[in-house]
């Protein structure tokens, strides 16, 4: 997930570098939402293995939990609310969604360049604030149970079976 978050974030990053009749900067504002919109299927994925499939027991103080609970909820939230924003961004905007060079998004909203606007700067300036903020909490509780609690906490959360 953090891989693919960084190449939707480096797509729009890479496209500033190019002018805007550049077919270059349209390629990678191609590549920044076919990278998002597999962001939210793969985040929907997530939700559902979670529905299935139970957490493992937490481990560590009772505001431990609760903060990661919180964390984790905000962290679903966020993710799924950016490439809805930018999504409906588009949309309002009249703008075509393009997915990965093969296909088309229909529009399926009517054009409303002030609700794009709104919308921008939702995606751009709040949520983006708070993926960052939420991330380095992440990292940050992460570092915690491995260096000051000193539990399997981050050993279970890399791939593959753990035996704790």
């Known amino acids: 997930m953090v891989l693919l978050l960084v190449m939707v974030w480096g797509a729009v990053e890479l ?6 009749s550049d077919p270059m900067r349209e390629w990678w504002k191609m590549l920044h939402f076919s990278l998002g919109l597999t962001t939210l299927a793969i985040i929907l994925i997530r939700l ?4 299935l499939y139970p957490r493992p ?16 909820g905000l962290l679903y939230g966020v993710l799924l609310a950016m490439p809805l924003s930018g ?56 570092l915690w149970h491995h260096f000051i609690d000193r539990d399997t906490t981050l050993k279970r959360m890399l791939p593959g079976k753990h035996s704790d």
């Open 15 to 20: 496209h500033e570098f190019y002018e805007k």
């Open 87 to 142: 999504f409906a961004m588009r949309q309002f905007a009249g703008k075509t969604i393009e997915i990965f060079g093969v296909f088309n998004v229909p529009q399926l909203a009517a054009v409303n360049t002030d609700l794009a606007k709104q919308i921008a700067f939702i995606h751009k300036e709040v949520l983006w604030t708070t993926l960052l903020t939420l991330i380095a909490i992440h990292v940050a509780g992460a």
């Open 48 to 51: 559902y293995g979670r529905a």
């Open 57 to 72: 027991a937490p481990i560590g103080a009772a505001w431990q939990h609760h903060l990661s609970r919180l964390v984790h």
